[in-house]
Structure formats: C-alpha cells, structure tokens
C-alpha cells in the first residue's frame, strides 16, 4: 500500500514543484469512497496524503456509483439504489472529508452527478441536481462540478441569473467544521458517518426513506431552494475514471 501511496504523492510534490513558477493551482480528482475509506483502496488514494501536495481535492461523489451504501451504527443505509438518495451521498460524503482534512487549508470541489443512472435506470433531472448543490451549501462549501458522459447539461439544476451572478463574485475562503471523533474501519465498504450526519427524508413517492441514527428527522431541502453561497462550473475537462489520482493546474484565483 505504501509503495502505491508514495507512486501517487511522488509524482504529485514533482508536479507542484515544476509548477511553482507559474502561480498556478494544482487539483487531485480521487474516487468517491476515499472520503470512507482509511486504506488507499487497492489504488494509492489516500487523502490525508495527497491533500498537501494540491490546492483542491475533487471527490467524485456520484451517487449511483455508492453500490456498497453507507453504513450506520452497523445499520446499511442506500443499498437498495443510491442514487435515490443525492442529498445524502454527497453530504455525508463531503461531511466526512472536511472532518479529516479540517487540519489543512485545502479547497473540497466535488464532481456531482448529472447523468442518468445507468445501473438501476433512474433518470437524474433539475430536482437531483438541485439537491446535490444544496448538500454541498449545507456544508459552507462554493463551488462543485457536474459530469455527464456526453457533455450535456441541458436536464436543468441550474438558474442562470442568480448563479451568473453569484459567479462573477470572488470565492471566499471555505469554513471548516469542528472535527469530530469518527471511526472508518478498513473494509471494502465504508463502516460509518459521524453520528451527527443530517439525514434528510425522501421525496420521491414510493421511495424509501433514510433515519438519522438520532431517530430525528429533519426535512430534505426542496429544489425551489435557491442558494447563497457562489458556485462556480467547470465544464472544460471530463473527470478521469482511471485509478490513480490526476493532478490539473488552474489559474490562481487566491
């Protein structure tokens, strides 16, 4: 693992290096069960270790590719189809990684989900897309990335006055949570969230609901919920669905 880890890391302190000069960022895009997962899952990802060697870490947290779900108190949680559920995947998800990377001052941009699932057939539309931006405000964060295989971003989630305008803004340095206490075990699924973790209620008739371990319920946002915070959309390059993590340079906007 360790050999895997520093071929990743390695290559990445070369990269920022060689960069230096040129006042540039650098971002990693790493799987989405990295934010779970202690161990470098067979493939060097680990993100403690890549996150000082880059500026922005990209999770890829599609919900429908979650096939394992969430675990809970030793209960499973969205299983039976997550994508069913992109409020909670990302936000549990996204929760998790600004607890273990709270110590740096590294910028969380995560790939969201825009295309259709093609596991179970659930079609992703303005409400799916709405709901995993919102996951992502929730939690202070600005910005995120959608991909779609073809490159097509016309099924809604967005309201091109406001977020036009929000873009045009300068980003604001990302709160950090108060780290809490969590425990991921090294398995091939992901063992826990923090116990604190919202847990919204569906709404999509028919389908099954997720309990917060609390027993409390708070309401999902709905996606009439128009957002504060200033996203930003990168639409340039399609994140890479090879193993290792890549790194990318993009224009200093500090």
Same mark, same amino acid.
């Given at each position: ?85 992109? @409020? ?35 079609? @992703? ?27 097509? @971003? ?22 950090? /949570?108060?780290?809490? /206490? ?73």
């Amino acid at each position: 693992m360790e050999t895997r880890v520093r071929a990743i890391t390695g290559f990445l302190a070369r990269a920022r290096q060689a960069l230096e000069p040129y006042n540039v960022w650098i971002g990693a895009d790493v799987f989405g069960y990295t934010s779970w997962r202690q161990d470098d899952m067979g493939i060097g990802q680990r993100i403690e270790d890549i996150a000082p060697h880059v500026d922005v870490l990209s999770p890829m947290l599609y919900p429908n590719l979650f096939w394992s779900g969430l675990a809970v108190d030793g209960q499973a949680y969205f299983t039976d189809n997550p994508a069913a559920y992109p @409020y909670e995947i990302v936000n549990w998800s996204l929760k998790r990684v600004l607890e273990r990377l709270a110590h740096t001052d590294i910028m969380v941009r995560p790939w969201l989900q825009y295309y259709d699932d093609y596991i179970s057939g659930m079609r @992703y539309g303005d409400r799916e897309v709405r709901l995993q931006k919102q996951a992502a405000y929730d939690l202070g964060l600005r910005s995120w990335m959608f991909w779609d295989e073809f490159n097509r @971003y016309d099924k809604g989630g967005f309201n091109q006055e406001i977020e036009a305008e929000a873009w045009a803004q300068p980003e604001t340095p990302l709160p950090r /949570p108060t780290p809490q /206490p969590t425990a991921v075990a090294d398995t091939a699924a992901p063992t826990t969230v923090p116990n604190d973790a919202p847990v919204r209620e569906g709404d999509r008739q028919g389908q099954p609901t997720a309990q917060p371990p609390s027993g409390q319920e708070e309401p999902r946002p709905t996606a009439e919920v128009q957002p504060s915070p200033q996203p930003t959309v990168e639409r340039q390059e399609q994140p890479r669905e090879t193993p290792g993590a890549q790194a990318t340079a993009t224009p200093d906007v500090r």
